[in-house]
């Protein structure tokens, strides 16, 4: 159904296109390469390198995005969350999404491989294919673990990033990716309890529409501890002085009490979740958006602050 039909506003075909590779989550994942970058340098990279990386990295979440549109179009169009996306409303028909992220995909990989380095275009094409085909295609709708592997796609941006500056990949980069890793659950965990109806309308099996809020907190909590001590990892590897080390120990001690309070407030849930656990669950999502964008300011300031 065309939007003007329901009676909805409509978007421009540019914005429609746009609303495809969903930018809030574009711009979640730059957040974490520049920093990655001047961590790489230790100071400032070249300008050029920069703008090149977030362009082709852009590019190749974008792709990335509308080609998950495309595959999930039958069920975004029975989910609340999901019916104003352009290929549920009629914006963008099946095969223009089809050419626009496939195009994305090869722009990216080609601009890459030109104005960065082979290994940087490489990793982006990999992203690619593994949320596409691993996630999508794979995992999400068989098992309540697609989120744990599928996340490693928006764990590439680091190793793109550093491979950029060093054209190859070290210890620092592998311990940013498990930083990442390992967030991946606490921050869609708690969303996928607040949506669990939708999620369960569609026979899409996330840990929060399969499971009860009790158990969901009691993962989240897990995995947030691993993440903290992935985080603090970095300090002896990197050898990262105050502005990062101080940083990581307080904002792993604010998601860890944040986390911890979930499960609090997940008690009084029964199998499905009640208004109290799902409030409590939407304030950890977005206290994890805050945590990691913090967390890699913190990364990106580091180089420039003497450790004395």
Not at 43 to 52: D, I
Not at 54 to 78: E, F
Not at 180 to 202: C, E, G, K, N, Q
Not at 211 to 230: D, G, H, K, N, T
Request: charged share 15%; glycine share 10%; net charge positive.
């Amino acid at each position: 159904m065309h939007p003007s039909e329901a009676g909805r506003p409509t978007r421009s075909r540019a914005a429609a296109f746009l609303a495809l590779t969903k930018p809030r989550i574009i711009e979640l994942l730059l957040i974490t390469t520049v920093p990655t970058m001047l961590l790489a340098a230790g100071g400032l990279p070249p300008v050029g390198l920069v703008l090149a990386t977030l362009v082709g990295g852009a590019l190749a979440a974008g792709s990335a995005n509308t080609l998950n549109c495309y595959v999930d179009r039958d069920i975004d169009a029975r989910m609340d969350r999901t019916r104003e996306r352009p290929l549920v409303t009629g914006e963008v028909s099946p095969r223009e999404a089809l050419v626009f992220g496939t195009g994305l995909g090869v722009l990216s990989t080609a601009w890459l491989a030109v104005l960065v380095n082979p290994l940087s275009a490489g990793l982006a094409l990999a992203a690619i294919a593994f949320y596409l085909f691993v996630y999508t295609l794979g995992l999400k709708r068989r098992t309540s673990q697609n989120i744990v592997w599928g996340g490693a796609a928006g764990c590439m941006p680091v190793l793109i990033g550093w491979s950029a500056v060093t054209g190859g990949l070290d210890w620092e980069a592998l311990v940013l990716f498990g930083v990442i890793f390992l967030w991946t659950p606490p921050h869609y965990w708690p969303l996928s309890m607040r949506y669990a109806r939708d999620y369960s309308s569609v026979d899409v099996p996330m840990l929060g529409a399969v499971e009860r809020p009790a158990l969901v907190a009691r993962r989240i909590i897990a995995y947030s501890w691993a993440m903290v001590a992935c985080s603090l990892l970095l300090v002896p590897v990197a050898g990262t002085g105050p502005v990062y080390t101080f940083g990581a120990v307080l904002l792993g001690a604010w998601f860890l009490v944040e986390a911890h309070g979930l499960r609090r407030r997940a008690r009084l849930a029964d199998a499905s979740p009640d208004p109290v656990a799902t409030a409590g669950a939407m304030r950890v999502f977005h206290v994890s958006i805050s945590y990691l964008s913090l967390l890699f300011v913190a990364v990106g300031v580091d180089p420039f602050v003497p450790w004395w």
